[in-house]
């Protein structure tokens, strides 16, 4: 017995939407229980996932019958924690939201609303055509939410900026999705299908095809990573957003991204991830060099978290493009941990600049560890988390990760240790210029408060919780994360044996 | 004798299908009544009355339509000739399009300022006329009844465009439109006058027999079909033939250009669907190309031009270039998939434009900045009623999922791409990325700027942008519930076939098949 997913996926719209009715604090109270409903299920998932039984909870009906596109839905190893983080990122920033004023907050928490159950519905879509409306879809409430509530002067070009260029991606992709169904509608006879479970019994296209369909995918989930180098909109983006906004938009929306090469890319256009892996990887090792090069030079606190979030991105990439098990697997994990650790980081970020007198600036920040230990006690948990000390379970998934790419690209790897070591740096840095050192000119060292700890303790508790039991995540996903690049990781190791030397990427020029 | 009995036969009567041309008749004779009803006295009955009956007329065609639904007929059957019109479904979508727009843009008239001085009666009848030249062109099958039915659209809506005519800029509209126009359909005429010399035959069945096989090398029967082309082309406003549309769109009372762009368009490319998928689908392999390129060229030249607009009006003229370039993709394709996205997307159209043209209107009763995108600032604190639908015009308008535009480009690309033109596919998406940058600016304008001040907005009479000429009359107090309902209705309409568009696609499905193509 369990319940349609219908339910968690639209409980928080249709809350928020009840609450664009209802006065100031109804508003809240409502949208926040939506959030809270839609994670009470995330949890109760969790215990009720059956390891390796492959898709649960399925929800398929025919949507739109003409074209094919199936309204279906469902929950397997590969996006369940991906679908908890977003659950339990969305309730705590949402209740972070509500600790402050925001004018017109009935529109505020209605977009806020929207964007969970668009990210929700990205994740769990099972149908090509519905992953694509609702990866469009999610980013519409954050051009709301960035552009009315983002600072008056920078942030129309801003969201702009971002939207447009994340949209370009988008509708690349479209393009590809609609593609891929009608050849594989010629190559089977069928009718236009475009769930996975069609795709996936149609077969792999022919590899031309693969290749430019491969490239517009990438294209979308690059720009939305974002990966060096289509990581343009990032700082405008960063800087715009109220920060309550920017830790969802940072720890989830780029998770989605990355789950969409796992879910789609590498399974469906296997031949394709085969022949782009060593420029993915490659791809990877530039976001990872140069997020992190950045991260440890900008002053600005949201910038250092969004280049490390390149970073980290650039990690996940290069676990996904293994194209074996354990890549992947580490990928997962990393995602959840990235999106758990950042979300917190910014929650400090906005306490931090509270007491600096409103300044982001880590210039303007310090001194405040002996005044506020509690704080700073959480944040050196986050911190320490972020740079993957050994314990934390980041440490597992960039352990994951690298001996992934160890057993596939030796080269690659060695560099990419480098970047391990660079987050140490940033992190360390952000952290000592945050608390420690001198006290920042307009700093007011205040301990945490009651209602501030509300937002951040259960943050800081995820990230021990997953640090002592990593094993929750690995141990319930592996099977289906091993099969979803099964096929291209067998592709790759079959032309590296044929080729003697290893093939050289032709990075052919985007359709 | 005997030998006179073809003589004979050609000048009897053709048969008349009544009740396939009723749509049509009550379209004529609701015009008439329309017409007489406005010459009675009495202010409630023109101000009142003849809106209602222009309102009657137009629901009557609709019901009718309903009521032919799936009954393929040819109207005027001559013997040994095909028909002149055909009423099938692809027609009634037409008809219903052409007159849902009419609904809308007789509610928008209602308390305008443009029928007041055009004197009620003649301004809905000329509505309903067009509306009626619509539907001829959209169902003509021979060459003769589609220059009728191209003529019949245009001329009222020449003198519909000059109504305000205190106003400098409505008059310059008329004008520039009555100019440009002319030479569109002399251009039409000389090219359908090749097409009937190279074929010997006004019917686009004799049409499409004498082209069988492809057009080879028969330079009469190319130059007929370029120039063609470019006839359909200056109405439906695709590059390089759009000049006017900015002009004549900004200019003309609003109401008006609302009906102009949306109902015009259907026309045209219910006209073009039936020219090139019918009469001249063996020609396929000859125009496809030209097509395809004229596409792309307008979906640029759309977009780009859009870029810098600071006019709604001229923003949404320029938009609706750019989505003609969409809508002729469908066309491209000669397929039933092709027909069928092409329709769908025209009454996808129809919605987006209703509600953005009817919150133009209501922003220029509201204050007196006219049409200039500073008139649409804040109103999304203010006015939700208006913003909402708006914003879910201008995203549906570029492209953005769950709203109807969405799936009508969906449409489009899958038709592409099915018809083996992907690359098509890549450019309207190319477009919509450039679009994006217009129709975020109007969004941006609406929820995150602030109100323009009180001065701004206040003085309906006082000082509007275009000066007005001596004798114009302060309309004072005008109330626009009816602008609202509708931009209301049409934005939930858009919505609304976002998330279910099938009833919708079941309808463009059947216009799809009305040509038997596969």
């Known amino acids: 017995m369990s319940l349609p997913l219908s339910i968690p996926l639209w409980i928080p719209l249709a809350a928020a939407f009840v609450g664009l009715f209802l006065p100031g604090v109804a508003t809240r109270a409502i949208t926040i229980l939506g959030s809270l409903a839609t994670l009470a299920w995330a949890v109760w998932a969790i215990f009720d996932f059956q390891r390796g039984a492959g898709l649960q909870d399925v929800t398929d009906i025919m949507w739109i019958k003409e074209l094919g596109i199936h309204y279906a839905l469902g929950v397997d190893g590969l996006n369940l924690f991906l679908i908890v983080l977003a659950a339990f990122l969305f309730a705590v920033c949402t209740i972070w939201a509500a600790t402050r004023e925001w004018p017109r907050s009935g529109q505020f928490f209605f977009f806020l609303g929207l964007a969970e159950s668009g990210v929700l519905g990205a994740l769990m879509a099972q149908d090509l055509a519905l992953f694509v409306i609702f990866f469009d879809l999610m980013l519409v409430p954050f051009f ?19 939207f447009i260029y994340t949209l370009v991606g988008s509708l690349l992709m479209l393009v590809a999705a609609i593609a891929t169904a009608v050849l594989v509608s010629t190559q089977t006879g069928n009718d236009l299908d475009f769930s996975f479970k069609a795709l996936a019994a149609a077969g792999p296209l022919a590899k031309g095809s693969q290749e430019w369909i491969f490239l517009c995918f990438a294209a979308a989930f690059w720009v939305k990573m974002p990966a060096f180098p289509f990581h343009g909109w990032m700082p405008d983006g960063y800087r715009n957003m109220p920060l309550p906004v920017l830790a969802v938009f940072s720890a989830v929306l780029s998770k989605v991204a990355a789950y969409g090469f796992l879910r789609i890319v590498v399974p469906f256009y296997p031949d394709a991830s085969a022949h782009f892996q060593d420029l993915m990887l490659i791809l990877a090792l530039g976001s990872i060099l140069y997020g992190s090069a950045m991260a440890f030079t900008t002053t600005e606190s949201r910038l250092v978290l969004g280049y490390s979030s390149v970073a980290q991105l650039g990690f996940i990439t290069l676990g996904i493009f293994a194209l074996n098990g354990d890549g992947a697997q580490g990928a997962i994990l990393q995602a959840v941990n990235h999106g758990l650790v950042v979300a917190p980081a910014f929650v400090v970020v906005a306490y931090l600049a509270h007491r600096a007198g409103g300044s982001e600036d880590l210039r303007d920040m310090g001194g405040i560890a002996f005044r506020a230990p509690v704080l700073a006690t959480l944040f050196l948990i986050v911190a320490l988390a972020n740079l993957a000390m050994p314990g934390s379970s980041n440490f597992v998934g960039e352990f994951l990760i690298l001996l992934g790419v160890f057993h596939s690209k030796l080269v690659i790897c060695a560099i990419a240790f480098v970047g391990v070591g660079m987050a140490a740096v940033y992190s360390l840095r952000l952290f000592i210029r945050a608390v420690h050192n001198r006290v920042g000119p307009e700093v007011a060292s205040r301990e945490i408060s009651a209602r501030e700890g509300l937002v951040l303790v259960p943050l800081v508790a995820a990230i021990v919780g997953l640090a002592l039991y990593p094993q929750l995540v690995l141990h319930r996903g592996e099977p289906e994360i091993t099969k979803s690049v099964r096929a291209a990781g067998q592709i790759a190791d079959s032309t590296a044996q044929q080729a003697a030397a290893p093939a050289t990427p032709t990075a052919s020029s985007k359709p | 004798m005997t030998h006179f009995a073809p003589m004979l036969a050609a000048i009897t009567k053709p048969s008349i299908d009544w009740a396939g041309l009723s749509p049509i008749i009550a379209l004529f004779g609701g015009s008439l009544v329309v017409l007489i009803a406005g010459l009675l006295r009495g202010r409630f009955i023109r101000e009142q009355l ?166 080879g090398n028969d330079v009469l029967l190319l130059t007929g079909i370029a120039l063609a082309i470019v006839g359909l082309g200056f109405k439906a406003s695709v590059a390089p033939f759009h000049q006017w549309t900015p002009d004549v769109y900004e200019g003309a009372p609003t109401p008006v250009t609302t009906f102009m762009a949306v109902a015009t368009k259907a026309a045209a490319f219910g006209a073009a669907l039936r020219l090139f998928d019918v009469a001249l689908i063996d020609a396929h392999a000859d125009w496809a190309p030209a097509l395809a390129t004229l596409a792309t060229v307008t979906i640029v030249v759309g977009n780009v031009g859009a870029l810098s607009q600071s006019s709604v009006k001229r923003l949404l003229a320029w938009s609706s270039v750019a989505q003609a370039g969409y809508l002729l993709a469908g066309v491209v394709v000669a397929s039933a998939t092709g027909v069928k996205a092409t329709v769908f997307y025209l009454a996808v159209y129809l919605l987006m434009n209703v509600a953005a043209f009817a919150v133009v209107v209501a922003r220029e009763r509201e204050t007196a900045l006219g049409d200039d995108v500073r008139a649409l600032a804040g109103i999304g604190a203010t006015r939700p009623l208006l913003a909402w639908p708006m914003t879910l015009a201008m995203l549906s308008l570029a492209g953005i999922p769950a709203t109807a535009g969405f799936i009508g480009k969906f449409q489009l690309i899958d038709a592409a791409a099915d018809g083996g033109y992907t690359w098509l596919g890549i450019v309207i998406v190319i477009g919509s990325m450039i679009s994006l940058a217009y129709y975020l600016r109007v969004v941006a304008v609406m929820w995150m700027r602030p109100a323009p001040s009180a001065e701004e907005v206040a003085g309906t009479g006082g000082a509007v942008a275009a000066p007005r000429l001596a004798g114009a009359d302060p309309v004072a107090e005008r109330g626009n519930w009816e602008v609202t309902l509708v931009a209301a209705v049409a934005g939930a309409a858009v919505l609304f076939f976002g998330v279910i568009p099938s009833p919708l696609l079941n309808l463009a499905a059947d216009a799809g098949r009305a040509f038997g193509l596969l």
């Open chain 2, 50 to 215: 003849v809106p209602f009956l222009a309102l009657a007329t137009f629901g009557a065609a609709i019901g009718l339509g309903v009521w032919q639904w799936n009954h393929a007929t040819d109207l005027f059957v001559a013997k040994g000739s095909q028909g002149s019109m055909r009423l099938d479904d692809l027609t009634l979508m037409i008809t219903f399009i052409v007159s849902v727009t009419g609904i809308a843009a007789t509610l928008l008239s209602w308390r305008a300022l443009a029928p007041r001085e055009a004197a009620h009666g003649e301004y809905y009848a000329m509505m309903l006329w067009s509306a009626a030249g619509m539907v001829i062109l959209a169902a003509a099958q021979n060459l003769v009844t589609l220059f009728l039915g191209l003529e019949l659209l245009s001329i009222p809506l020449y003198v519909l465009c000059a109504t305000e005519m205190r106003r400098e800029r409505s008059l310059e509209s008329g004008l520039k439109y009555l100019i440009i126009g002319s030479v569109g359909s002399a251009t039409f005429l000389y090219g359908l006058a090749l097409l009937y010399g190279a074929s010997g035959n006004t019917d686009f069945q004799g049409i499409a027999q004498a082209v069988a096989g492809g057009a």
């Open chain 1, 144 to 162: 709301f939410l960035a552009g009315i509530w983002g600072p008056e002067a920078t942030r129309i070009q801003a969201i702009t900026k971002l």
